[in-house]
């Protein structure tokens, strides 16, 4: 046998590769977002998603996005999400300064939600309230309060 033969013809390591990572992109999901319940007038929705307990905790999301609400309404996507499992947070800008306003006790006064629509006791609930498995493409949705 020719040594030649032995080595790979052109292209191969592409389709080797591809090969490989084809199901490791297979597994990836896309996380739909609606978002009710927001202000009559035009605001910035922030939405920001965390894959573990201690970034939820620490607020270290992996990924966030703003979208425009529009009648009290948004849309948005998380896309190619590896299986497991998030939380979200969101809350709507209505004056424009890109965070969250709180009053003199701490309360915000923007609307906000989280996923599964999980309620806290005088804070953000824990991370198990608001963790949803993501393991194919799913749609969720988070009414603002």
Known sequence: MHFLALLPRPGAHALCAAAVLAPLGALAADLSLSVSDGPAAEATLYVALYNDAASYADSKAVASQTAP???GKARLVFTG???GRYALRAFADENGNGKL???LMGMPTE????????KGNRAAPAFEAAAISVDADLQTVIHLR
């Not at 609307?111 to 999980?118: C, E, H, L, V």
Request: proline share 6%; no cysteine.
């Open 69 to 71: 609400m529009q009648g």
């Open 81 to 83: 999400l590896a299986p």
């Open 101 to 103: 306003d709180t009053n």
């Open 111 to 118: 609307r906000y939600g989280f996923s599964n629509d999980a």
